[in-house]
């Protein structure tokens, strides 16, 4: 199946059976803005707990925060996010679109990574077993042409940005002959930097209010009650402090579906660690990070890091954990090594101290922090991605199914009676009353057996019950499983031992320490 119709069959899907729907939507929806439905939510719930518990349960030296989205002004001052919280913008003329200008130049740089991997492909394909990829990559002049543009690009791209140079990016664009999709054309605006802040105003006169915004990361919340939480936990450094919530940017360009976002959802951890130590702790959570991604079994090669051409002026260290999309690998999740910018910078703006006093150092200092960063909606869209699948079955008949991981399904037990009499519903509910406490369960009477079990599938149920006239006399059920489509005779005594453990979160997290 082509990659953009994958796009579209998920998009959809979700709004099928209740995953997402536009916000709005009897108005018309509202752009780039979106709602979980049932199903949606259960998901969504159970992706924050994977990584909740991965950071809260499973770390002794991890504790929670729920902080406010509002938040006072001066924070975002202090932060860099007044000043510096920009991307830059340039317009077509002609289809009076409007992109991201990073973005156009990062895809073009992808493209010529594109068109090296494309030979290697090809190559390895040719030589089978006799392929030396260095070799070739050292000696094909098609690669070396393709390698040199790259590397120049990138360059290039590395410089402009960081020196703010938005002219440079410009002719970039232009150098590099990048097209607008829609017109065609490089009939290009100049570039201007555009603010991603909501701002709102608090306070009932028009005298005395105040503006304020809407927080664009969880972070700075954290920060702000390091102290408090240092403090009343008694935690010593190492340690972190962990936060899911919501997130406000007003986003240029926002056409990806769940991908990119006005609000949407982060989980967030800071990590405080000794000056000195920091690169030590970013490789350590680089790899605990991309441990969590892949434990989810959907295959290693799914996910890659992706470094920082250019880095953020907290940051001495970033990398990116990308998922492959079907419109290529993107950024699902930030890690970054923020020095103590943000600490500091509160320090100076609130006049508060914020040093922490080591005692087997015997010296006070502001600790360094490493951010990990996670939007639940991309995750929540890479798990799609991965578990969508369509199935030709031996009987000629199709089914769409996704494979979640049985511990993030949204339901993990379907109880359905084999015909609406005969004391077969009685039966389910008496079942559905002892699962319902240990999992999310889901009653459904309706339609023929094959139907309902299509049904499950498509929203990723891992198991079904069947109750029929059997059962009522041998306390037996039929278990179904989702992927496997076996089906087995059970005695409804030993149900919730068979699946408890295989739909738990414990099934997943073990695996992670
Ligand atoms: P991008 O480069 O794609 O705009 P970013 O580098 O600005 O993302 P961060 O500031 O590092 O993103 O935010 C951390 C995480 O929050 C991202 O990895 C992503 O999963 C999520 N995120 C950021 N912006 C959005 C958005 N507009 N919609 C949905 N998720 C988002």
Known sequence: MAQEDVFKKIVSHCKEYGFVFPSSEIYDGLAAVYDYGQMGVE?????????WDSMVRLHENIVGLDSSIFMHPTIWKASGHVDAFNDPLIDNKDSKKRYRADVLVEDQIAKYEDKIEKEIAKAAKKFGDTFDE??????NPRVIEHVAKHDALVERYKKAMNSNDLNELREIIVDEEIVCPISGTRNWTDVR????????????????AMKIYLRPETAQGIFVNYLNVQKTSRMKIPFGIAQIGKAFRNEIVARQFIFRMREFEQMEMQ???RPG????WFKKWKETRMKWHQNLGFGADHYRFHDHEKLAHYANAATDI?????FGFKEVEGIHSRTDFDLSQHEKFSGKSIKYFDPELNASYTPYDIETSIGVDRMFLSILFASYKE???????????????AALAPVKLAVLPLIKKDGLPEKAQEIMNTMRFHFNCQYDEKDSIGKRYRRQDAIGTPYCVTIDHQTLEDNAVTLRNRDTMEQERINIDNLLSIIEDKVSMTSLLKNLI
């Open 43 to 51: 998901l969504k719930n159970n992706i924050k707990k994977y990584w």
């Open 271 to 273: 990590f405080f660690v």
């Open 277 to 280: 130590t920091e690169m030590e």
């Open 391 to 405: 199935e030709t079955l031996e009987n000629g008949e199709s089914r769409v199914m996704l494979k979640i991981p």
């Open 193 to 208: 930097q555009f603010n991603l802040m909501f701002s709102t105003e608090m306070g009932s006169t028009a005298d005395g």
């Open 322 to 326: 990308e998922y492959k999309m079907p």
């Open 134 to 139: 260095a070799k070739y990559r050292e000696t």
